[in-house]
């Protein structure tokens, strides 16, 4: 695996986007790209790799990136496994790095972002949790533990199941 800068992925996105030898993916889950995505890079989801993997096979690199970094690492593994010979390079810190450079990314939608409707709800979770555990029972304070004990896990594991359930919620459509 080969890692580069976001600057060396735009400059070849630009220079290689019309190359059908290249590939350019996003392995963000399919709310995520609509959020935010680079233009000219295609949406195939971490979990859909595999239905993919025969528009692979004859390329000659595959340019990966997702939020952070931590999926299209994951990504990378899984089509060097499943015997795809292109060159496989990841964007160095993801949509994450490619923001902080300052450059332009797009959005399908103008919803609120899943990852402040996560830290949204944690924040409103624990502070109603603390609220009534001191007003209505000590109980209440096993909330606030499990939801700090969920971000820690997200944060150590890269997955987050409270962003997996509000994916899912009617407004999230």
């Not at 190359?19 to 996003?26: A, C, E, K, Y």
């Not at 496994?81 to 450079?101: F, H, R, V, Y």
Request: positive net charge; glycine residues 8%.
């Amino acid at each position: 695996m080969r890692e580069i800068t976001v600057q060396e992925f735009k400059n070849t996105l630009e220079k290689e986007s019309q190359n059908g030898s290249f590939d350019f993916i996003n392995v963000c889950t399919t709310t995520e790209y609509n959020e935010k995505h680079i233009r000219g890079v295609r949406s195939v989801p971490l979990n859909t790799l595999h239905e993919h993997l025969e528009e692979f096979k004859n390329k000659k690199a595959i340019y990966i990136h997702c939020r952070s970094g931590n999926r299209s690492r994951q990504a990378i593994e899984t089509l060097a496994s499943s015997g795809i010979t292109a060159e496989l390079i990841n964007m160095n810190g993801g949509l994450m790095a490619w923001d902080k450079a300052g450059f332009q990314t797009e959005a399908l939608t103008h919803r609120m972002p899943i990852m402040r409707q996560v830290l949204l709800t944690a924040g409103l979770l624990t502070a109603i949790s603390v609220i009534l555990s001191l007003s209505v029972h000590s109980a209440f304070i096993y909330v606030a533990l499990f939801v700090g004990c969920g971000q820690m896990f997200a944060g150590l594991t890269g997955w987050c199941g409270l962003s997996y359930l509000l994916e899912r919620m009617p407004w999230n459509k």
